[in-house]
């Protein structure tokens, strides 16, 4: 039987059939996969195959093999520095949301995430939320943002996920697709979900962050089937879109806007610093690159602000 894993408490897996059965599940013996050090061989998302057995007077299903993943996203193990545990994986896309403030989503926030998805290999929409609460020059400032943004080729979206503004339009982008909510606490995830599939309880909201503080055992993913054939991943817990190890040189294949343009540098190594006739150096005076972009990726590259605002990111 071939299934989709929808809950994992470490041990056991709750993994759903394509005919909508749900079967406990465990796993035999040590399940490696290639390339990975991780502590949890199978997360949430994953594709598996299983049978059943019997075990003491217990039906159980057991995994005998799991799919390639499309993407899958990590963060260090908490106790093994030097293991990743896998949060998630084979997820169609990331809904990152976005407010001018309260809280204030700083773009070098957006653009870390925005490089880590790009790492991760998965499509990231921007929503932007609580289009209602800003003034005219706040207006001015979002809707700078939102341009920035699209020209480089992500989606944007304005909505409002407490007056219920675009709502519907969030809906279709989520239509056969499993996603997933992130940005600062405050942004509105849990009303835009609530919002979206009125009822549906997710643990997010009920673990407040000073009881985080303190924890040291691993929450775990659970995906959830919405009434409108879409599913979303909730991460309860989990701080930061996980952890990509990357080359200096290759964060600048992540902004996609430098990406186009690196092969008319002269360099084939440029890292778009101080080297001569530079493409992305040119765009930036000319204007067809953000000044707010480039700032971010120096950042990035140099390792400023390594902890950058993450605190408040869930
Ligand atoms: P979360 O921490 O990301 O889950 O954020 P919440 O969903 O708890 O929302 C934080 C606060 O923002 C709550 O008081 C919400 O009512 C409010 N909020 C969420 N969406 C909107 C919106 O579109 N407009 C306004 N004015 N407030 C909103
Ligand atoms: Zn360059």
Redesign the pocket.
Known sequence: MRGTVYKSTGSWYSVKTEEGVFYNCRIKGKFRIKGIKSTNPIAVGDLVEFHLEEIGDEIVGVISHIEDRKNYIIRKSVNLSKQTHIIAANLDQVFL?I?LN?PTTFTSFIDRFLVTSEAYDIPVILLF?????YDADEMVEVNYLINLYRDVGYECIE?????G?NIDKVKEHMIGKTSM?S????????????ALEPGLELK??EISEQHLQGQHTTTFAEMYDLSFDARIIDTPGIKGFGIVDMEKDEIGDYFPEFFKLKSECKFNNCLHLDEPKCAIKRALEENTISWSRYRSYVQMLTGEEENYRMDNY?
Not at 159 to 163: N, P
């Open positions: 949301l407010t309260n939320n609580k289009m209602d609460i909505i409002e996920a407490k007056g503004f909510f940005g600062h606490s405050g942004v509105g995830k849990s009303t835009l979900i609530n997010t909201t869930k």
